[in-house]
């Protein structure tokens, strides 16, 4: 399973409060990656990061930020949480050492803003 | 840009059923594709990929052929058991290899489930 941790696992929170996902790794894999995953819409990127403090926006990263500042911890930041955040979120790796182009993926977090 | 469409679900079969679930693709160049599983409750395991035309994944009973001509990459079993139920996801990653760090573009996934 690649050593991918996520916390919390469920979380219920209410509009208008900051939420932070935690995704632990314990290979010092390389790249790390945050999706959410909507029926209809399959899974889309938020954020990845390719290196301690080096990070960059997915396809659907408004509303969210993210922090690597060490390899291990890939932090998601929702800073003021709306209902259309309610979702699933996966973490995911991949690495060079494994294969190039296969990533994967944490158990997810489900995450419920009312 | 990338974009992978599959069939829509639910599907449901019997056990020992024949299984095809579609995949098709939009990428320039030569992507490589992959499907992935996931199971109640848990995260997505890799079930398959492959990396070049005519190129053939295969893992526990399923088989997807990389097809450059009809730019498909179909899910197919011969005999599905009731432990097949999951939801599956076709996705692609750029042709162009960029150390470790292409971007995974998924379809909507097609949720399964076998009765026994």
């Known amino acids: 399973d690649a050593g991918i941790t996520q916390s919390p696992r469920h979380k219920v929170t209410e509009t208008g409060t900051p939420v932070t996902l935690r995704c632990h790794q314990t290979?010092?894999?390389?790249?790390m990656y945050w999706y959410r995953q909507d029926p209809g819409h399959g899974l889309r990127l938020i954020h990845y990061?390719?290196?301690?403090?080096?990070?960059d926006k997915g396809e659907v990263s408004d509303g969210y930020s993210v922090s690597r500042s060490k390899t291990e911890d890939f932090l998601l930041t929702l800073e003021s949480a709306t209902s259309s955040q309610t979702s699933v979120y996966f973490c995911?790796?991949?690495?060079?050492?494994?294969?190039?182009?296969?990533?994967?993926f944490g158990p997810g977090t489900r995450l419920t803003v009312l | 840009g990338n974009s992978v469409t599959q069939m829509e679900g639910p599907v449901t079969l019997s056990e020992e059923a024949f299984l095809t679930i579609n995949c098709t693709y939009t990428a320039t160049g030569y992507p490589s594709l992959f499907w992935y599983v996931q199971y109640p409750g848990e995260g997505l395991q890799l079930l398959l990929k492959?990396?070049?035309?005519?190129d053939k994944g295969s893992n526990k009973g399923f088989e997807a052929t990389y097809r450059k001509e009809t730019t498909s990459f179909h899910l197919e079993k011969g005999s599905v058991q009731v432990s097949d139920s999951a939801v599956y996801f076709c996705a692609l990653s750029p042709a162009v290899a960029n150390f470790g760090n292409e971007k995974l573009t998924f379809g909507t996934g097609t949720r399964l489930t076998i009765i026994p």
């Open positions: 492959a990396t070049k035309a005519d």
């Open positions: 990061s390719y290196g301690v403090k080096d990070t």
């Open positions: 995911a790796i991949s690495d060079p050492r494994l294969a190039t182009d296969t990533q994967y």
């Open positions: 290979e010092n894999h390389r790249y």
